[in-house]
């Protein structure tokens, strides 16, 4: 079995992108991957999407992808796990160098959700749940997380002001970041008094409609050797669970994710006080709060008091979502996953500018798919 | 007229939706004079709703008294002018919702405001002759009201429901006797594609209600050997509040037997559902041994009358399920605008 | 262009109408489609039964961002409702306002129209709960 080390990464900026399509946008992200690694071909390439068979009405991204790099030939394959996808193909990717049978590998996250108008993108993003049974009564995915939020407030009595921290955190780390959606800062009142999407869930405590493409080249430890470029090694572990929230024991808990975290760790030797940097799956606020108990770096109920003592914030413990997170960065759908997992090799490799945590060497990725019915944990350090 | 061996009502139920608009508002939106109005306001149905829902809670409701596993129900017929299909049954969607499929029959009646009289008919008829074990008859309607027309301040939405059975023992109330009279009278009708029905104002009195209903009445009494002291309540089909106490006093039916039926005021007028709603509040009401005259009356014309004996098993049933006054007093005003939203009379 | 399936919708009517459903032989999981081995369990018996009717309001919200075909409705309210068994089911709430709401208050299963295709229009047909009467 070899270790995996991402050598190069490649993002485009996060934002609608009318001029630029699908097909435009991965290939962007994968060639600057390409150029960061300084490897001009791969032996494969995985490329995880989850809007574009409905939004773009196109499948079989991966053939597609390779012809515009100018690779057909190479096998290459569409990979799908909700909004997980991008980590989807980086967990196929890896596991494909792990097995000895290849040597490097694209992985691609990309999704263009500018294309739809709303209420189709709101439709779109029920994919990812059980249609039959909660898309078909009009629920959509904010509405399942403003449940969850108000289950979560009442059994813990935490009020809402101490939950709308976390989205006022992402926006003062996106400030510096050239790729980011929203790169500004925004008050608590700003979050507290935007209007209801799902109430409780305010408008600023969930994602925008976003266009987005990042991909990474993954390679063996002897590809990685005649490699200039700085590196970063990488353990992906996954897990699931129901697909539907509200038919597990328990709403306020998200099991994949600590399962997935876990296994992990474990792979990697590593305690949960070793991970020294986190980006947490923020599609809605109140899904960072219960990420962050499920998978142990906080008490029940008590995530709240590490937003507040200012633990996550850049100088604190535990630095989180350093670039922006989905809330400021962005969350253009199956792409976000390979934007966390980049960002965290640009942290571990000494790229990340006005942002950078130094003292940093292990950080952790957590990209759910649904309201974590999917859980991808990926661990990065330093090399 | 029709001797009816055994028929009897094992369960019933009346919905009415929770949205009213006061005719006040009607009035004043149309700059109509507030004088002289024919109701004091009527039911309006909800966005989500329709005939099929209605009827699907009026038949619940009359399964929950009946206390009758729904694949019993045999046939499952609905009467109404607000089908939301004007091509597929009504009925299949009721009977499928309540359980009854596929061991069923089930078809639409149409002859206006007395469609749910109409499926009554029908299916008494199916239990008598044995074909079926027990039925469903439904009168439903979601009326369609010309804005700025007079019966805009009555066409109003609601459904009852009776199933119908074999045996006494399980009875609240027995049907003895029916019959119909029907003539080709255009009073009010409406054509293919058209929103709204026509009438013809003056004329829907009496050669058209009037006419029907006495006659009506007049025969079922006189073949099936019934005086007016036979009878406890009357129920007639209430277009408005005052056409059945015109009714009654033409057949010289003392009007305290009719006022306890008449209900039009407060909910409008339900069409095919109207007279049966009616019947629903007197059983909700009435006593062990009790008789009551039911005289529905349908545009085009027609009038179905019945004679309907109340039975001992009616107190236990009766507290089986919500009585009609609890969806009656259950309402929320809504004004003009919320209303054309929830009619769909804006054109989008 | 909202459509509705008519294989899809029909597929499922006895769940949508009647709150038709299987119950695991063996760990009593509830599963609202047809299921071939248990979530829960993996046993492989099951027992079709109806859910009740009744239940208790445990958490709603109200959709003010809605997705295609539920334009016209909007705002609706989805609410999570444990029913008499304990089966716990997502649903819209009707003949309600939200100001009306509270936590652990008694709601009863309806029928009720969900949602139209907006071309060929056929109706679709759901359960959707209301405060008890």
Redesign the interface.
Known sequence: MSKVYVAGVGLTKIDEHWWMSLEYLMTEASLKALDDAGISRVDSIYIGSMLSPILQEQSHLGTLLAEELGLSGIPAIGVEAASASGAAAVYAGAREIESGRANAVLVVGVDKMSDG????V??AM?SGERQ?????????F??IN??IY??YM?RYNVGQEKIALFPVLCHEHAVNIPHAQYPFKIKLETVLNS???????RRFETTAIADGAAALVLVNEETAKKLDTPKTELIIEASTD?L?P??RED?LWFPAIQLATSKALSRAKLERRDVKILELYDATSIMAIVSLESSGFAERGKAWQLLEKGELGLSGALPCNTFGGLKARGHPAGATPAYQIAELHLQLTHRAGKNQVDSAKTGLAQSLGGVASTAFASILREV | MVRINSAVIVGYGGYVPRYRIRSEEIARIWGRDKSELPVEEKSVAGLDEDTVTMAVEAARIAIKRAGVPPSKIGAVHVGTESKPYAVKPSGTIVAEAIGAVPSVTAADFEFACKAGTEALQFITSLVDAGRIEYGLAIGADTAQGRPGDALEFTAACGAAAFIIGRDKNEGVAEIEAWTSYVTDTPDFWRREYEHYPHHTARFTGDPAYFHHIVNSVKNLLENDGYTLNDIDYAVFHQPNARFPLVAAKLLGIDLEKTKPGLITGYIGNTYAASSLLGLVKVLDQAKSGQRILLASFGSGAGSDSYIIRVLEGIEVKRSLAPTLDKFIERKTYIDYAIYARHRKKILM | MFRIKVP?YWR?KDF?YRLNAWKCNHCGETH??QPLIC?KCRSREFSRVTLPESGKL??????????????A?SP?I?G?IELEDGT?????LTDCY?EELK?GMRVEATLRR??EDEEDKII?Y?Y?FRPAI
């Open positions: 108008m709303a209420e189709e709101t439709a029920m039959e049974y909660v898309g078909f009564i009009g629920a959509t904010y509405s403003a449940l108000s289950l009442d209007p209801y999407i799902s109430e409780p869930l129901y539907t509200f038919q709403p | 899809r499922h949508r609202f489609f979530r445990l958490a709603y919200t109200v959709v003010r961002s809605p997705p295609e075909g539920f334009e409705q609706y989805i999570f716990r089911i997502l649903g819209q939200p936590q969900i949602r679709a759901c959707k």
